[in-house]
């Protein structure tokens, strides 16, 4: 008794010393030092972080430390518009930092102008580096923010931003991340122009949904921007007049994506910068096989012809005609090494044929636009020299697709690979086991090609 009394005092001497592992039943959270606590605290949301202050009294004044802020209106929705607003002047009064890394704030109740201006000017006083505002589309937003000289990530939802041309100076010298929501710009093209102007180290612009597109254009102008993010989708009509009014200009982008569901927009320049490109048509109100529509989007596609990586989708299928139009001229797409295509069968045909140092090539769901599929006058240079991969997923094992994957296989000659991937609830083992054999016996063009069926 008296043994194991004395190897229990040993053991806790160790515990106690820190030459072994604490049982788990002891509190370890509370044993991380206060700067670790105060970042993990920087991830929760002001009102939980707050909340931690009944935990002990070490707890009781560390999330006055967290050098983030954020506030949402709709977690608060027990208390009225009176509270939640001092709820935030209480917490902004009792921080012991002055800094303000990330200020964020969902405000859906009608907001003071006084009350606005006060918190945001707090936060750039605190030399705030993220702000993240979401507002409904009648609040206006005051000066101070568009003049923040540290700001670097900035993202506002559903704000209005209608006069920034003519009353709002622009002057944002370290902003490198924009993300605009459903923001409301007006009826004049130069607002957006105008914040751009004044973000000369801009590096990524997203937008994310117009809410004015039938009353304005849009001009995306920067020297600076390297990654761009178009979401151009809309809960109401567009009209067919709205087409041609969204200009791209940016000289140094690197990445592009774009969900386009508008009948079209303003050339502008080539992106002859551009690296990758993901890229997204589907218009609710084409009906058929529209033609200026398929011109449209052509164009558009057009603008890409330096990109190395495209991924191409549409749900729609366009007109053929358009394609064979003579007074249009073909664009060569000499960069590009990968292709990613869910698209109209006719895409596949002109890429074949102006991509010729393509080397990866993927078909998702093709069966379902495959109304199109047509062999090339000639044998694309890229099948003759650079293909070496193809990939192709959701196969149902339709005539038309057996008549591709062999037109594939004969004229690829460097290819090196070919994976088929079919549905899993497209067909069963034995047609699967029948496909795999018939397109075993078709003839290869070259002599180093697996084939691989899923």
Known sequence: MEETEQSSRKRLKKVLDGNQIMPSSIDRLSGLPDAILIHILSFLPTKLSVATSILARRWRFLWAHVPNLDFDSETHSSESTTSFSGIIYRVMLLRKVQSINTFRLTYLCNCGKYELETWLATAIAGDVQKLDLYFPCNVVLPQCIFTCKTLVDMRLRGCYLG??????????????????????????????????????????????????????????????????????????????????????????????????CL????????????IEADVSFNNPKVVGEDYSYTLSVLRRIDLLCNVKYLKLSSGMVFNFIAFGDQSKPIRSFDNLTKLELDADCLFLKKFLESAENLQVLILREVHVHLKHWMEPNQVPKCLLSHLTTIRIDGMRCTQQEFDMVRYLLKNAQVLKRMEIYSRPDGIGFEAKFNALQRISLFHRGSVACELAFF
Do not use: W
């Not at 944002?172 to 004044?198: D, E, T």
């Open 163 to 260: 006069s920034l041309y003519f009353h709002v100076i622009i002057s944002l010298p370290s902003l490198k991340k924009l993300h605009l929501s459903s923001v409301k710009f007006g009826n004049s093209y130069r607002n957006l122009m105008h914040f751009l102007s004044g973000s000369p180290v801009l590096e990524e612009l997203i937008i994310d949904g117009i809410v004015d597109y039938d009353t304005c254009s849009y001009i995306i102008c920067s020297p600076s921007i390297k990654r761009l993010m178009l979401n151009l989708q809309f809960d109401t009509y567009v009209s067919q007049s709205t087409a041609d009014k969204v200009a791209i200009i940016a000289p140094s982008l690197r990445y592009f994506r774009l969900i386009d």
């Open 263 to 274: 009948a079209g927009y303003i050339p502008g320049q080539r992106l002859s910068s551009l």
